[in-house]
């Protein structure tokens, strides 16, 4: 089975700070990991994946997130916050090794950016 | 690229009514996935379907509820007999798969249908 846990549900930063959020995952098998952002009135937007290749994966607008194994941990990191990240984050689990394809995702951890 | 479409984008409707929703998934992907999200909750799996072929379906899929994707393509999600509980974001998904066994494809999903249910 499959889990992941944001630990924060809300997460506050000035703008020009760096951002973390936290996620914690649960797997029996190999498993996938993404982060995916949704504004208000829009859709899910993939920001980035891990499938088993580097363990550090670059994805769009600065957001980077680091697969540690040993912590099962994949927290999302930006160096420097901007008004327009501030939005709804989902960290998601899946593994297709266990012959599922469908996504387990967190409860979310909505960013406020300070002017 | 036009992306994932749904339809309608909101929905009001009176407790006991039937509504119905259509999602147009990737031209090219072949895998199409329902979701719901609630009020301040992710999103949870429902059902998806790889084709035609419906593979997979969630406890949290009633027998109120039925999923179709008769020619591949498009999908449709009914709720009958609507309650107050199914008041929701109803999701799309769709992905192209991969043709590597236990590789995970990455979903592309829909603005969603809000359904409300008075």
């Known amino acids: 089975a499959q889990s992941v846990t944001q630990l924060d549900s809300h997460v506050s930063v000035s703008e020009g700070t760096p951002v973390l959020l936290r996620c914690n995952y649960s797997s029996s098998y190999s498993p996938s990991l993404f982060w995916y952002v949704q504004h208000p009135n829009k859709g899910l937007q993939l920001l980035l994946k891990?499938?088993?290749?580097?363990?550090l994966v670059k994805g769009i607008n600065g957001f980077e997130a680091e697969f540690k194994k040993s912590e099962t941990s994949f927290h999302l990191t930006k160096p420097s916050a901007h008004m327009s990240d501030a939005a709804e984050y989902f960290c998601v689990v899946s593994a297709a090794t266990s012959g599922t394809y469908k996504y387990i995702f967190g409860t979310g951890t909505r960013l406020k950016v300070l002017a | 690229d036009t992306g994932v479409s749904q339809d309608p984008r909101h929905k009001i409707t009176k407790r006991g009514q039937n509504v119905t929703f259509r999602c147009d998934p990737i031209?090219?992907?072949?895998?199409l996935y329902w979701y719901r999200q609630t009020l301040g909750q992710g999103p949870e799996f429902l059902t998806y379907f790889q084709n035609e072929a419906q593979l997979e379906k969630s406890r949290l899929l009633s027998d109120r509820f039925s999923a179709e994707r008769p020619k591949g393509s498009f999908s449709t999600l009914e709720i009958q007999r609507t309650e107050q509980g199914d008041s929701a974001m109803y999701l799309c998904?769709?992905?192209?798969?991969?043709?590597?066994?236990?590789?995970?494809?990455?979903?592309?999903f829909g603005p969603g249908t809000r359904l409300t249910v008075l």
């Open positions: 031209s090219e992907h072949n895998r």
């Open positions: 891990y499938t088993s290749a580097a363990t």
């Open positions: 998904a769709s992905s192209l798969e991969m043709f590597l066994a236990g590789v995970q494809d990455t979903q592309y």
